[in-house]
């Protein structure tokens, strides 16, 4: 079996979707780790903690929305799996976009709280690395091919001499009342 120009393109992309996604877990590790240092510092520094969580949840984020992206285009390999791609993808879209208006919204919050910059930088690198995984997931929507046009039923010709559907009354049949109707 030889593999298309389609195939193999597809198949070049899940390759880099997934190395991103594992790029994007690295980075969260890292995050992470930095992220307990800094709690365990003498003193904690509070502010500096919360921006490298807010980063790290925006990475973990984004590996997740990259494996959901590289998996909507193997359901769209298949022409009975493009229905179920487009709403993977359109279920990644809706919550990248919300996640990112969340982030920046906390970030704005955990500034004015702690008067320092730190959580407002991870916030926002947090919203931009969502606004990415959200146009990424857009694209890969409108490029999914369109399914085949459904051509409807030909209607079923009405041919005069078919017999309709409606019983025809027989005269003096059992249906009609007559004078053997009260010999029970």
Known sequence: MTATPAVISGSRRAVRLVSGATAAVVVTLVLTGLLGAALAAHPPGAATALGLGLGAAGAAVLATGLLAVAR??????????????????TRCLLASTVGAVAMAVVGVVAVSGTRSPAPGLGAGAAAVLLFGLATL?????????????????PPVPFIPSQRSAEPVPVPGGASEPGPAAGAR
């Open 72 to 89: 909507a285009g193997a359901l769209a390999r298949h022409p009975s799996g493009r229905a179920r791609a487009a709403a993977v993808l």
């Open 137 to 153: 997931a857009g694209r890969s929507r409108r490029r999914l091919p369109a399914a085949a046009p459904v051509a409807p039923a």
